[in-house]
């Protein structure tokens, strides 16, 4: 599946790149660390790091100020444009300055009152990791349900005997959704029921 990094030539640490489809300088590319293998497809969930700034340096957004990364799926229209074209054009672990015009960006509008109209924005980005995103519940089979439910069972197993025990109750919670959206092969008396199993197990195994 061809995406915007097809158009894109290699490039070493250092250089600046032109990521555009049409070539035309909206987003602009300067690799500060190398990544490693292919860059996300159409439909990919990305985790990344960024810090937003104006031209002027001053700073508008951060995920790294917040200890969290952010994420979004590739191609969606969730993010602005200048987003989807130049992390499809990055990989895994790559470090990158994005400077995006504003037609790639927020427009002639802006986004009041932190980005005036027609700004560039400049991001400090970092490709931490990306994949398939996963299925919504509605969107799985009653088997590939029950496949999650049994994985959460055993991660909330893991946490319970490292004592977490608020993340162990967290995924057993989860379990027990999965196993109410299978649907008719499980009864919501039969989720609680799987739970408890759960629970048992980790208080036997300690």
């Given at each position: 599946m061809a995406n915007a990094a097809d158009a894109v030539?290699?490039?070493?640490?250092?250089?600046?790149?032109?990521?555009?489809?049409?070539?035309?300088?909206?987003?602009?590319?300067?690799?500060?660390?190398?990544?490693?293998?292919?860059?996300?497809?159409?439909?990919?969930?990305?985790?990344?790091?960024?810090?937003?700034?104006?031209?002027?340096?001053?700073?508008?957004?951060?995920?790294?100020?917040?200890?969290?990364?952010f994420d979004f799926t590739i191609g969606q229209g969730q993010v602005i444009k200048g987003w989807d074209l130049g992390f499809a054009s990055m990989k895994k672990g790559e470090h990158a300055i994005l400077t995006i015009k504003h037609e790639y960006g927020y427009g002639p509008s802006g986004s009041p009152p932190k980005i005036p109209g027609g700004a560039t924005l400049i991001f400090d980005v970092e490709l931490v990791k990306f994949g398939p995103k996963p299925k919504q519940k509605f969107e799985m089979t009653v088997q590939e349900k029950l496949e999650m439910a049994k994985e959460l069972k055993a991660k909330?197993?893991?946490?319970?005997?490292?004592?977490?025990?608020?993340?162990?109750?967290?995924?057993?919670?989860?379990?027990?959704?999965?196993?109410?959206?299978?649907?008719?092969?499980?009864?919501?008396e039969e989720a609680v029921d799987y739970v408890q199993f759960a629970g048992d197990t980790a208080t036997e195994e300690e």
């Open positions: 030539p290699p490039t070493a640490p250092g250089s600046e790149i032109d990521v555009t489809p049409d070539q035309d300088g909206g987003i602009m590319k300067k690799i500060l660390k190398e990544g490693k293998g292919e860059c996300p497809q159409p439909g990919d969930q990305v985790f990344a790091h960024y810090t937003g700034t104006l031209e002027d340096g001053s700073k508008f957004d951060s995920s790294r100020d917040r200890g969290k990364l909330g197993l893991e946490a319970y005997k490292a004592k977490d025990y608020d993340e162990a109750f967290e995924q057993w919670e989860e379990a027990v959704d999965y196993v109410q959206f299978a649907g008719d092969t499980a009864t919501e």
